[in-house]
């Protein structure tokens, strides 16, 4: 059994350099981490070393307790993951109370998982929760559009969905809950990851001000596609306010009820809000 073969590692680097060949990456910039499935466990274990020290977490995650996680590595570079699997990510498994981790496979050389180990975690035991244990994969990216906006526009959540809805037509139907706004934080603590965590229960992404997107979802596709829908929205929002600061025309509130209702989605009331 080769490990780098498996399908769930195929998957992860792909996403690592989809997300790299986007420029969401700069330097060390962003993380991903999945929480891995028994039969990937299984798949995997004969080549797990259970000899390095369990370490903090910084965040108590007891729903995540005896669990496996693959993530990218702290200070690593998104560039490299297909070049070195091992050196960049690595796997590791929470204790059975849920406050320590110890790596068992990769992160070679004293590597440590990612920066943002405790946002993503907590933001996996609430998804996990919160999705009947669907939700398996967490992103964050430096979005260059989504955050350019977080100057321009008001910092909440009925502003940025609303403004992102009306961007592109699908945008609704890939994110009818909307997206949560993170004001400016320090970035790996555990503040940001409370703060972040609260609008995960309702939302499936979290915009950080001046910072990225940080995003949920099923599987690879689903949360890279997320990623990329909600940057291309941005984008597009941006290029219209490069021409113009107000829209000649756009789709109206009764236009999303109809896109709703097409695409059997629910909008929250509190986003179709009159002009
Ligand atoms: O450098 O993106 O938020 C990793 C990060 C921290
Ligand atoms: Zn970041």
Not at 86 to 96: A, F, K, L, Q, R
Not at 159 to 164: G, Q, S, V, Y
Not at 208 to 231: K, M, N, Q, R, V
Request: with cysteine.
């Amino acid at each position: 059994m080769n490990i780098l073969e498996q399908d769930f590692i195929q998957g992860f680097i792909r996403m690592c350099s989809d997300g790299f060949a986007q420029g969401w990456h700069e330097r060390n910039g962003g993380n991903l981490t999945y929480r891995m499935k028994d039969e990937d466990v299984k798949s995997v274990q004969s080549v797990f070393s259970y000899q390095r020290e369990w370490e903090d977490i910084g965040a108590e995650v007891p729903k995540l307790a005896n669990e496996y996680f693959l993530v990218t590595g702290s200070g690593k570079y998104f560039r490299n993951v297909e070049l070195n699997p091992e050196s960049n990510i690595g796997i590791v498994e929470i204790d059975e109370t849920g406050t320590k981790y110890h790596i068992v496979w990769g992160l070679t050389n004293g590597a440590v998982p990612t920066s943002e180990l405790p946002s993503h975690l907590m933001n996996h035991e609430v998804k996990k929760q919160a999705t009947d244990g669907e939700h398996r994969v967490i992103y964050h990216c430096h979005t260059t559009n989504v955050i350019a906006l977080t100057f321009v526009l008001p910092l909440k959540d009925e502003i940025f969905t609303r403004e992102l809805w009306e961007m592109a037509t699908e945008c609704p139907v890939v994110f009818p809950a909307g997206v949560g706004v993170v004001p400016w934080m320090v970035p790996g603590g555990k503040d940001i990851a409370v703060a972040t965590s609260e609008l995960m229960k309702e939302y499936d992404v979290a915009i950080w001000a001046h910072h990225g997107i940080f995003c949920s979802g099923s599987d690879f596709d689903i949360t890279f596609g997320l990623a990329h829908t909600i940057e291309k929205s941005a984008e597009i929002l941006v290029k219209m306010l490069s021409m113009s600061s107000k829209k000649l025309q756009t789709i109206q509130t009764d236009e999303l009820r109809s896109l709703a209702d097409a695409f059997h989605v629910t909008l929250p009331e509190k986003f179709l809000y009159e002009k």
